[in-house]
């Protein structure tokens, strides 16, 4: 295949796709001016580039674009008083589940769209079926909708946990020292043992 690929007997359109374009876009800045400019430290935007799955860049490597659409974040969660470390952390667990995502969503498209096609034999040019350009897109929406409904109880947690704290405090209520803790046990072959 990678013979094929390489002489030109096989071209995979797709990869001409807007979605295969902006894995790899780099912009004109390196990671010591972003640095210099947005006084955002560098270990965070080290951790930036290494969530993505990409080894630790230099000081004059250069930033790709999409890594610049989270500075504003990066920036802003700083100017909010959040600790670097807590927010390299988030960085970092983000990227560890994302990571699980995206190799389950590539092995599913190998699975269903590209394998399939490699596996008839076509040569020439081999293109995606019709509706698949939207995937990409609309996969997106969903990976938001999905993190938006995880936010929504992590976030509502939050608000009972704070106002626990406030009823607390007015000897309304008492919160617990410790809270309880439940575990669930199976035991393989359970019934033959007590029988």
Not at 30 to 46: C, G, K
Not at 70 to 98: F, N, Q, T, W
Not at 150 to 159: D, F, I, K, S
Request: hydrophobic letters at 40%; proline letters at 6%.
């Amino acid at each position: 295949l990678a013979q094929a690929v390489s002489s030109g007997a096989i071209k995979f359109d797709f990869l001409d796709s807007p979605e295969y374009q902006r894995l790899a876009a780099t912009s004109n800045e390196t990671f010591q001016e972003v640095h210099e400019r947005s006084n955002v430290p560098f270990d965070l935007l080290v951790a930036l580039r290494e969530s993505t799955g990409s080894p630790a860049p230099e000081l004059d490597s250069f930033v790709r674009e999409n890594e610049l659409q989270a500075l504003p974040y990066l920036e802003l969660a700083i100017a909010c008083g959040m600790e670097p470390k807590s927010i390299e952390r988030h960085i970092r667990v983000m990227g560890d589940g994302l990571r699980r995502t995206a190799e389950t969503e590539s092995d599913i498209w190998y699975r269903e769209i590209i394998g399939p096609i490699v596996a008839r034999g076509a040569t020439g040019a081999l293109s995606l079926p019709p509706g698949t350009d939207r995937l990409a897109d609309l996969g997106d929406q969903m990976l938001l909708t999905i993190l938006h409904g995880r936010q929504g109880h992590a976030w509502l947690n939050n608000v009972v946990r704070g106002v626990g704290e406030q009823m607390a405090k007015a000897g309304i209520h008492t919160a617990p020292q410790h809270l309880p803790t439940m575990c669930f046990i199976d035991v393989t072959g359970y019934t033959r043992m007590t029988a």
